[in-house]
C-alpha cells in the first residue's frame, strides 16, 4: 500500500522522461510513456493484492508541510480510493496504447497526458482537502494544451470551456473550503477538521458552504445544468484525453463531491439532498435525449457521458449505503466503458475515416471495413446501455436500489434513462455501423473485399487496448463484489457514516 | 444430485460452441454449420439425459446448484430443474436444431449465423434455469443482443427498423422490469426467485413494498407485468412482432416464436404469479380482456393478411394468448368459494402443454413457409400460390398436418392443450372461455384459407412453373416435429406426466395472502 | 537620542553597496570601457552590478537588526525580506537586462537601476516620515528615469513623462498628508505617531492626512483608481525597466505603506470583519482593491497588446495584495509579503520573456508570441511557468500567495463583513483571469509561428536568469513554508 504515492511520482517523471524523449524520437516518448503508465497501475495492482479493507483512510504519507496554516502533506487510501486508482492506471495505460499514433509532438503529448495522470492520482490519494484541491487544479492545465494543440472539431473552444469551468468549479470550491477553514479558526485542511469548523458555522451558513464546496465538484461531474462544457470539450479532444477526460477526470469531480463536500456539513447536504438527486435524474433524462439527436457519433458519446454521470450523483444524493455504493461502482464502469467508446470512435473509426458525421458513417457501412471495431463498439454500446454481463448493470442497479429507497420518483425517472440510454445507444450502432449503401436488397457476403474504401487494419495496440478495456468491464460485470468488498467498509468510516446519516430521514 | 453442473452446462455448452465459432475466422462454411449444430445439439442431449433421473413426482427443483456470488447484493448463483423449466428445455432443444438446419444453405456466412443462434440459446435455457434475479436477468437482457442482429443482418427489406422495434420494445419493458426488481430488493433483501416466491404466497412481499406507501405493491407489479407483456406478448404490447417476425430469416422466426415468446410465459409462471398474486387477482378481469382481445383480434388480424409469415405471427399472438387467458382465469378465479381445483388443473396442464405444442407447431408453419418463400423466389403473398399440392404432395402432407395442429384438430397435439385450457377456463370465467371460441372459429377460417389458397385448386403461381418437393433437408426439419404431433396427439402423458405433480400443487395451492 | 552612527552605518550597508556599485559602473564605463562596443559595456555593467547587488545582500543578511539610529529605520523581519526580496529581484532584472536590445547608455542605465534599488531598500526599512518621502522620491525619480531611456520609441518617452506626472502629483499628496500628520501629531516617527492617534483618537486633519497617504499608495502601487498610468508605462518603457517597476517597486512600495498604515495608523484602522464596526481607512482600503479586481480583470480581457495585458493584470494583482493589507493587522506580514515577491518573481519572468523577444523582433501584441514553443522553447516554458503562477494554479507559487492571502482576509471575520466578500470576489474573478491568461499561452504554446518568425537566440545570462526565476517559483511554491516561515 505504501507505494502508492509513488503512482504520482512515477507519472511526474515519466512525463519529464517522455518529454526528453520526444526530442529523440517519437516512439522513445511512446514507450516511456506506456511503460511508465503500465507501471503505476501495477503497483495500484499490487497495493490491492495486499489491501485488507476496512473502514477509514489507510495513511500512506503524513508531513507536515505549512505548518503556519496548518497545512499537512497527507496522503492516504482506502477502497473507494483504490478502486478509482485501478480505474486510472487502466485508463491511462488504454490511452496510451490508443494514442500510438500521434506523430507531431509525441513528447510533449505523453508529457502533459502524464502530468494529468499524475494530478488525478494525486487527488484519489489526498487526505487533505488542500492537497486534493491541488492535484485537482495540476490536471486542469494539460487538459487544456492537450484538447487545444491535439484535438478535432472546434478545438480552442473547447479546450478554453473546458478549462475554464473546470476552473470556475474548483473556484468554487476554494472559497468554500477557505470559509471554513478561516471561520473555523484555521487549524487544518484534514477532513475532520473541516468538518468541525464547518460544524460551528451558522445553519444558513453550513448551507452556503455546502453549495459552493458541492457544486463546485459537481460541475465536473457534469451535474445539469454546469454540464455543457463536457459533450464540447470531449468532442474536441483527441482520443487518448478524451478517454481520460471523460473516464476519469469527471470522476474527479464526483470523488471530490463524495470525499470532501458529503462530510463537509451534513446540515448542508440535508437541505440539498433533493434537488441534487432531481438535478441528477433530470441531466440523466435529458442528456439521453440529446444524445438520440445527434448527428456526430461523438456528440452521441459525450452525451452519454453527462448521463451516466447523472447516475453517479444520484447515487450519491441517496445517501444509502446501497446508492453510494453502486455511484462508486458506476464511477469504475463508466470510467472503463466510456475509455471504450471514446477510443473506438476516436482512434478507429475517425482517424480512418475523418468523419463522425452519422449520415457519412451509414453509407460505408463500417461493420464490413473495420469488423472489429464494430464488435467492439457493439460491446461497448451494450455494456454503456446497462446491459447485464457487463460492468454497468451491477452498478446502475445498485443505484436504483438506494434511491428507490430513498425515494421512488427518483429511481422511476433515473429508469427512463434507462431505455432512452438503450434508443441512443442502439441508433449509434444502427446508423454508425450498421447502415446500408442502400436498402439491402442483396447482401452481399460479409467483410467482402468489394468494397472501394479500404482502411488500415486496425493495429495490435488497439486491440490490446480495448481487449484490456472489455476484460474489465465484463470482470466486473460479472464479480462487482469484487470491488464491493472494497467500497462498502470504507463508506463505514464515521465521516461518511455521519453523511449518510444525515441524507437518511 | 450429482456432482455434475448439469444445468450449468446446458447453458454453458452452446455458449462455448459460440466462442469456438468466434475464435476461429477462417472456419468453412461447411465445417461452421456441421460445428453450430453440433453444439446445438448438445441441449437436447443434456435434456434427456436430465430427463432420466428427473423424479417427476417432487415438485421442488431439482439439479440445483446454488454458490454464493455477489455478498453486497445477497445474489447467489442459482440454478434449478423442476417440470416446467424442463418442458422448455426441452423444447428450446427441439427447436434450436431444427431452426438451425432451417438456416442450413440459406445464409451466407453461417459461422457469424451459427455464433449469434448459439448464443442465443444460451441465453434462452439461462433464462429457464436460473433462480435469482441477477443472472436471470443478464440471460433475459442477452438474448436481446443475438436476436437483433440476427434479423437485422440476415432478414428481410425492413429488417433493420423491425428489429430496432424489438429490441427497444422489449427493453422497454425490461427497464420497468428492472425498476420492479429494485424495489422488491429493497423490500425484501432478496432476488432469489424461490424466497421471493415464499414471500409473496405470504403476504410479506407486499407489506413490505406497502411500507413505502399503498400503492407501491401494485405500481411493482404494474412494472414487472409490463416487462413480461411486451415479451409475450399479451396485447396491446404486440405491435413490435409482426414486423419482426416476418422480417426475420426463417429458422430465427422459427426461434422467436417457439422459444422467445415462452420466455414471456414462462416469466408469467414464474414470477409474476407466485410473487404478486393479490395484484393479479385484482388485475384479472382487466387482463382477461387483454388476454381475449390477443387471442381473438390476433385470429382476425391474421384473417386478414396476405403476406403469409404475418398471418403466422398474427396466429401465434393468438396462440400465445391462450396460455395467459388460462394463468389469469385461474387468478381471476383464486379466492373464490367453490373453486374446483380440478378446473384450475386443467387450464394450467392446458397452458403448459399448450406451449410446448405451440412451438413445435409454429416452428413447422414458419418453415413451411420460408420453403413457399424460397420456392417462389421471393414472394410470400396469399396469392403467389395455388395447387401446391399437386406440384409437391408430400410439403403440402406436412404443411397440413402441421395447419391442423395449430387448428387444434383432435387426434394431434394441438387439440389437447387448446382442450385442456377452455374446459379449465370455462370451469373458471365461463364468459371468458365463451369469448375465446371467437379466437378458435377465426383461426380454423384463416387456417383453412391459407390451405385452400395455397395447396388446393389449380397449379397457379409459383407453383405453375417447377415447384420442387421437399428435400432431405426439409424433412430433416419437418419430420422430427410432425411425428411428434401425433405422439403427442395420442400420447400427451409423456409430457403431462413431467409436470402434474407440480400443477397439482399450484392447483390446490390457490390462495390469495 | 544619541546618534549611534556605526550602527547607521551597519545598517545601511547594503545601500552603500549599492551606491558605490553605481558610481563604480559609471566610473568604469568613463574611463576603463570607453572603447569597448556597447554590448560589451553593457555585459561589463551588468557584471559590476551584479557584484554590488550580491555585496549588497550579503551585507543585509549579515546586518544588524531591530530599530536604527533611534528608530529612523527598523530591520524588523518585513524589512529584513523586503530588502533581500528587492535585490533578489533587481537581480534578477539585471540578468535579463542582458538581452535587452542596443541601450544607448548601458552604463548609466545600470547605474540609476541601483539607484532605484538602493531608494527601494530605504523604503523597506523607513520608519520616520522624512525617511519615507525621501526613499520614495529616490526611488521613483530613479525610475522614471529608466522608463524613458529608449529614445528610439515615443512610447518610452511618454511612459516616463505620464509616470513623472502622476508620481509627482501624488508625492505631492504624500508630502501635504505628511505634513499635516506632524502638525497634528508633532512627531515625525511612526511609533510615536502610533501612540498619539491610539490616545487621542483621530482627528478630522488626520483623517485627510490619511486619505492623502491612501492616494498616495493607490498610485504606487498601480491600485485603481490611480492607476491610469500604469498600462502607458508598462507599454512604453524599455522591457527591462518595466520589470523593475511592476516588481521591486511593487513589494518595496507594499511594504513601506502597509508600514505607514499599520503600525504608524493601526489605530484608526476601522473594521472590515463585519459590517458594523468603526469607520476607518480599512473600508477605503476594501474599496479600493474591489475597483482594482474589477476593472483590472474585466480590463485585461479586453486587450490585444501583452504589455498592457501584463498592466492591467497587475492592477488586478494589486487588488488582491491590498487584501493582503487589510489582514496584516491579524495575520501579520507573510501572507502579503510571499504574494509580493513571488508575484514579483513571475514579473520579472514575464517581461524578461518579452525582453529577450524583443531582441529578436517585435513583442508587442499578444499574437507577436505565436509559436513560441517552436521558436524557443526555453522561452515559451518559462513564460508557461511565469503566466501560470500568475494565474495561480498550484503548485506554483503564485497559488500560494493568493490563497495565504484570501485565507488571512477570512480569517477576520468570515463571509460577515467586506473582507471575506473580497475575498470570494477575487476568488471568483480568478476564473475570469484564468481567460486571458491562457489566451496569451494559446499564442505561445498551441499557434503555429508566423511566416517570417525566425528562432529567438537567448543570450546565456538572460536565459539563466529567467531559468532560475521558474525554479525560484515552482521551488516556494513546493515549498511555501520557506518563505511564510520568516516571519
Redesign the interface.
Known amino acids: 500500500m505504501s507505494l502508492l504515492p509513488w503512482t504520482i511520482y512515477l507519472s511526474l517523471a515519466g512525463a519529464l522522461l517522455a518529454l526528453a524523449g520526444g526530442r529523440r524520437s517519437a516512439g522513445t516518448a511512446r514507450w516511456v510513456a506506456l511503460l511508465t503508465a503500465a507501471g503505476a497501475w501495477i503497483l495500484t495492482l499490487l497495493a490491492a493484492t495486499r489491501f485488507v479493507p476496512g473502514p477509514g483512510l489507510q495513511t500512506l504519507v503524513d508531513a507536515s508541510w505549512i505548518p503556519s496554516m496548518g497545512v499537512r502533506y497527507h496522503l492516504a487510501a482506502d477502497g473507494i480510493s483504490l478502486t478509482l486508482l485501478v480505474l486510472t492506471g487502466i485508463a491511462a495505460t488504454a490511452g496510451v496504447l490508443f494514442s500510438w499514433n500521434i506523430e507531431e509532438r509525441t513528447g510533449e503529448f505523453f508529457a502533459l497526458f502524464l502530468v494529468l495522470v499524475a494530478g488525478v492520482y494525486g487527488v484519489f490519494l489526498s487526505a487533505d482537502a488542500l492537497v486534493l484541491f491541488i492535484f485537482y487544479e495540476v490536471a486542469i492545465v494539460p487538459k487544456y494544451f492537450l484538447i487545444a494543440n491535439w484535438g478535432s472539431t472546434n478545438r480552442e473552444y473547447g479546450a478554453m470551456k473546458l478549462a475554464l469551468y473546470s476552473f470556475a468549479g474548483s473556484s468554487m470550491v476554494l472559497a468554500g473550503l477557505l470559509w471554513a477553514y478561516a471561520v473555523g479558526g484555521g487549524h487544518g485542511f484534514g477532513f475532520a477538521d473541516l468538518a468541525q469548523a464547518t460544524a460551528g458555522l451558522s445553519r444558513h451558513q453550513q448551507i452556503a458552504v455546502f453549495a459552493l464546496v458541492f457544486f463546485g465538484f459537481a460541475t465536473l461531474a457534469g451535474i445539469f445544468p454546469l454540464h455543457t462544457w463536457a459533450p464540447t470539450g470531449h468532442v474536441a479532444a483527441p482520443t487518448a484525453a478524451s478517454m481520460l477526460l471523460a473516464g476519469v477526470v469527471m470522476k474527479l469531480g464526483a470523488y471530490g463531491c463524495l470525499r470532501v463536500a458529503l462530510p463537509l456539513s451534513p446540515v448542508g447536504f440535508a437541505y440539498w439532498q433533493a434537488p441534487i438527486a432531481w438535478l441528477a435524474v433530470v441531466g440523466i433524462v435529458y442528456a439521453g435525449l440529446v444524445a438520440l439527436m445527434q448527428e456526430d457519433l461523438k456528440f452521441v458519446i459525450g452525451y452519454s457521458s453527462v448521463s451516466h454521470m447523472g447516475f453517479v450523483l444520484l447515487g450519491l444524493a441517496a445517501a444509502n449505503l446501497q446508492a453510494v455504493s453502486g455511484a462508486v461502482l458506476q464511477m469504475f464502469s463508466h470510467g472503463v466503458i466510456a475509455g471504450l467508446l471514446f477510443a473506438v470512435v476516436g482512434r478507429m473509426v475517425y482517424d480512418r475515416t475523418h468523419t463522425r458525421k452519422l449520415a457519412d458513417l451509414r453509407a460505408m457501412p463500417l461493420y464490413r471495413l473495420l469488423p472489429f471495431a464494430a464488435a467492439v463498439f457493439v460491446v461497448a454500446g451494450v455494456a454503456s446501455m446497462g446491459l447485464p454481463g457487463f460492468s454497468g448493470f451491477p452498478a446502475e442497479l445498485t443505484i436504483l436500489i438506494g434511491a428507490w429507497k430513498r425515494d421512488p420518483a427518483w429511481a422511476a425517472v433515473a429508469a427512463l434513462g434507462v431505455l432512452v440510454a438503450a434508443a441512443f445507444t442502439l441508433r449509434a450502432i444502427q446508423l454508425g455501423f450498421f447502415g446500408s449503401k442502400e436498402t439491402a436488397q442483396q447482401p452481399a457476403p460479409v467483410g467482402a473485399a468489394d468494397h472501394p474504401l479500404q482502411f488500415e487494419p486496425v493495429s495490435a495496440a488497439e486491440k490490446i487496448g480495448a481487449l484490456l478495456l472489455i476484460g474489465a468491464t465484463v470482470l466486473i460485470g460479472l464479480r462487482p463484489d469484487l470491488l464491493l468488498d472494497w467500497i462498502n467498509p470504507a463508506l463505514q468510516s464515521p465521516l461518511l457514516q455521519a453523511a449518510l446519516k444525515a441524507g437518511t430521514p | 444430485m450429482s456432482s455434475i453442473p448439469v444445468l450449468s452446462l446446458v447453458i454453458f455448452v452452446p455458449w462455448i460452441g459460440a466462442l469456438v465459432l468466434a475464435s476461429l475466422p477462417r472456419l468453412g462454411e461447411r465445417a461452421s454449420r456441421v460445428l453450430a449444430l453440433a453444439f446445438s445439439l448438445s441441449t437436447i442431449a443434456l435434456a434427456i439425459a436430465c430427463l432420466g433421473s428427473f423424479e417427476c413426482a417432487s415438485t421442488g427443483y431439482q439439479f440445483v446448484e446454488r454458490h454464493n456470488?455477489?455478498?453486497?447484493?445477497n445474489v447467489h448463483y442459482h440454478l434449478g430443474l423442476d417440470g416446467l423449466s424442463l418442458l422448455l428445455v426441452l423444447l428450446t432443444g427441439l427447436l434450436s436444431p431444427a431452426s438451425l438446419l432451417a438456416s442450413w444453405r440459406r445464409v451466407?456466412?453461417p459461422r457469424?449465423f451459427g455464433l449469434l443462434f448459439l448464443l442465443l440459446q444460451g441465453a434462452a435455457l439461462g433464462v429457464f434455469l436460473a433462480l435469482d434475479f441477477?443472472?436471470w436477468?443478464?440471460?433475459?437482457?442477452?438474448s436481446l443482443?443475438p436476436a437483433?442482429f440476427l434479423i437485422?443482418?440476415?432478414g428481410g427489406?425492413g429488417a433493420?427498423r423491425a428489429a430496432?422495434q424489438f429490441?427497444?420494445y422489449t427493453?422497454?419493458g425490461s427497464?420497468?422490469l428492472?425498476?420492479g426488481f429494485?424495489?422488491i430488493?429493497?423490500a425484501t433483501g432478496t432476488l432469489d426467485f424461490v424466497q421471493l416466491a415464499s414471500l409473496g404466497a405470504d403476504g410479506t412481499l407486499g407489506a413490505r413494498l406497502a411500507t413505502?406507501?399503498s400503492f407501491?405493491p401494485q405500481?411493482v407489479f404494474l412494472g414487472v407485468f409490463l416487462g413480461f407483456a411486451v415479451k409475450v406478448p399479451l396485447f396491446p404490447f404486440h405491435t413490435w412482432l409482426p414486423p419482426a417476425y416476418a422480417e426475420a430469416p426463417t429458422g430465427v422466426s422459427m426461434f422467436l416464436t417457439g422459444v422467445m415468446s415462452k420466455m414471456g410465459v414462462y416469466g408469467f409462471l414464474r414470477l409474476l404469479w407466485p410473487l404478486f398474486p393479490g395484484p393479479l387477482h385484482a388485475a384479472a378481469v382487466p387482463l382477461l380482456w387483454f388476454a381475449l382481445g390477443g387471442a381473438v383480434l390476433g385470429a382476425f388480424a391474421a384473417m386478414r393478411q396476405t403476406d403469409l409469415k404475418r398471418m403466422i405471427a398474427y396466429s401465434s399472438v393468438n396462440h400465445v394468448s391462450y396460455c395467459l387467458l388460462a394463468l389469469f382465469a385461474v387468478s381471476a378465479a383464486t379466492g373464490r368459494s367453490g373453486l374446483t381445483s380440478e378446473a384450475a388443473a386443467a387450464a394450467l396442464s392446458g397452458a403448459l402443454l399448450q406451449m410446448f405444442n405451440h412451438g413445435l407447431s409454429a416452428g413447422a408453419l414458419f418453415y413451411c413457409a420460408g420453403v413457399l418463400e424460397t420456392r417462389a423466389g421471393g414472394r410470400r403473398g396469399l396469392g403467389d400460390f395455388g395447387g401446391v399440392q399437386s406440384a409437391a404432395p408430400v410439403f403440402a402432407g406436412l404443411c397440413g398436418i402441421a395447419m391442423f395442429s395449430s387448428l387444434g384438430l383432435p387426434g394431434l397435439n394441438g387439440f389437447i392443450g387448446e382442450f385442456l385450457i377452455f374446459r379449465g377456463v370455462w370451469g373458471l370465467v365461463p364468459w371468458a372461455a365463451a369469448v375465446a371460441c371467437l379466437g378458435l372459429f377465426a383461426t380454423a377460417f384463416f387456417l383453412l384459407t391459407f390451405w385452400q389458397r395455397v395447396f388446393h385448386g389449380p397449379r397457379a403461381g409459383a407453383a405453375a412453373g417447377e415447384f420442387a418437393d421437399l428435400a432431405g433437408l426439409d424433412l430433416a426439419v419437418l419430420c422430427p416435429p410432425v411425428a411428434l404431433m401425433f405422439i403427442l396427439g395420442v400420447l400427451p402423458q409423456i409430457l403431462t406426466r413431467l409436470f402434474n405433480p407440480l400443477i397439482t400443487m399450484w392447483a390446490n395451492h390457490l390462495s390469495l395472502p | 537620542m544619541n546618534p549611534d552612527y556605526s550602527g547607521l552605518f551597519a545598517a545601511l550597508g547594503p545601500e552603500t553597496a549599492l551606491v558605490l556599485g553605481a558610481l563604480a559602473v559609471l566610473g568604469l564605463d568613463l574611463s576603463v570601457f570607453r572603447s569597448r562596443t556597447r554590448a560589451d559595456r553593457l555585459r561589463l555593467a551588468l557584471s559590476v552590478a551584479a557584484l554590488a547587488v550580491l555585496a549588497a545582500g550579503a551585507s543585509v543578511w549579515l546586518g544588524p537588526r531591530g530599530p536604527i539610529y533611534g528608530g529612523v529605520l527598523i530591520l524588523d523581519p518585513l524589512a529584513v525580506a523586503t530588502r533581500l526580496g528587492v535585490l533578489v529581484l533587481t537581480l534578477l532584472t539585471l540578468g535579463v537586462t542582458r538581452a535587452a536590445a542596443e541601450l544607448r547608455q548601458p552604463a548609466e542605465y545600470v547605474a540609476v537601476m541601483l539607484f532605484a534599488a538602493t531608494g527601494l531598500m530605504l523604503m523597506a526599512a523607513a520608519q520616520q516620515l522624512l525617511l519615507v518621502f525621501l526613499a520614495l522620491e529616490l526611488a521613483s525619480l530613479s525610475l522614471y528615469v529608466i522608463a524613458g531611456f529608449d529614445h528610439s520609441r515615443r512610447d518610452s518617452a511618454e511612459a516616463a513623462l505620464k509616470y513623472f506626472l502622476f508620481g509627482g502629483m501624488a508625492a505631492a499628496f504624500l508630502l501635504f498628508g505628511f505634513s499635516l500628520i506632524y502638525g497634528v501629531t508633532g512627531s515625525i516617527e511612526l511609533p510615536r505617531i502610533a501612540a498619539y492617534i491610539s490616545l487621542q483618537g483621530a482627528d478630522p486633519l488626520l483623517l485627510v492626512a490619511l486619505v492623502m497617504v491612501l492616494v498616495a499608495f493607490g498610485f504606487k502601487v498601480a491600485a485603481a483608481p490611480f492607476h491610469l498610468w500604469a498600462p502607458d508605462v508598462y507599454q512604453g518603457a524599455p522591457a527591462s525597466s518595466a520589470a523593475l517597476i511592476a516588481s521591486a517597486s511593487k513589494l518595496a512600495g507594499f511594504t513601506l505603506f502597509t508600514r505607514l498604515l499599520w503600525p504608524g495608523f493601526g489605530a484608526a484602522a476601522g473594521n472590515v470583519a463585519s459590517l458594523t464596526g468603526e469607520p476607518g481607512w480599512l473600508p477605503v482600503v476594501a474599496v479600493i482593491a474591489a475597483l482594482s479586481l474589477l476593472l483590472g480583470n474585466f480590463a485585461a480581457l479586453a486587450q490585444s497588446s501583452l504589455r498592457r495585458l501584463l498592466a492591467y493584470s497587475a492592477i488586478a494583482h494589486a487588488g488582491a495584495l491590498l487584501l493582503g493589507v487589510m489582514a496584516f493587522g491579524k495575520s501579520g506580514p507573510a501572507p502579503l509579503f510571499y504574494y509580493a515577491s513571488t508575484y514579483g518573481l513571475a514579473t520579472v519572468g514575464a517581461f524578461g520573456v518579452i525582453t529577450a523577444m524583443e531582441a529578436g523582433g517585435r513583442c508587442e501584441e499578444i499574437t507577436d508570441l505565436a509559436g513560441l514553443h517552436r521558436r524557443s522553447p526555453l522561452l515559451a516554458a518559462c513564460l508557461a511557468v511565469f503566466i501560470l503562477s500568475l494565474a495561480g494554479i498550484p503548485p506554483l507559487a503564485g497559488f500560494f500567495g493568493k490563497f495565504a492571502v484570501f485565507s488571512a482576509a477570512l480569517r477576520l471575520g468570515g463571509v460577515a463583513g467586506p473582507a471575506g466578500w473580497l475575498a470570494i470576489l477575487a476568488i471568483a474573478l480568478s476564473t475570469v483571469a484564468l481567460y486571458y491568461y491562457l489566451i496569451v499561452l494559446k499564442q505561445a504554446l498551441v499557434a503555429s509561428p508566423a511566416a517570417d518568425a525566425r528562432p529567438i537566440r537567448v543570450p546565456r545570462v538572460a536565459a539563466l536568469t529567467l531559468a532560475a526565476a521558474a525554479v525560484l517559483i515552482v521551488w516556494f511554491g513546493l515549498f511555501p513554508s520557506q518563505l511564510i516561515g520568516l516571519f
Do not use: Q, T
Not at chain 2, 456470488?69 to 447484493?73: D, H, M, S, Y
Not at chain 2, 436477468?137 to 442477452?142: T, V
Open positions: 456470488w455477489i455478498g453486497a447484493l451466407r456466412d457469424f441477477f443472472h436477468f443478464i440471460f433475459w437482457e442477452l443482443i437483433y437485422k443482418l440476415w427489406s433493420a430496432y429490441v427497444i427493453i422497454g427497464a420497468f428492472l425498476l429494485v424495489a430488493f429493497a413505502l406507501g407501491w405500481a
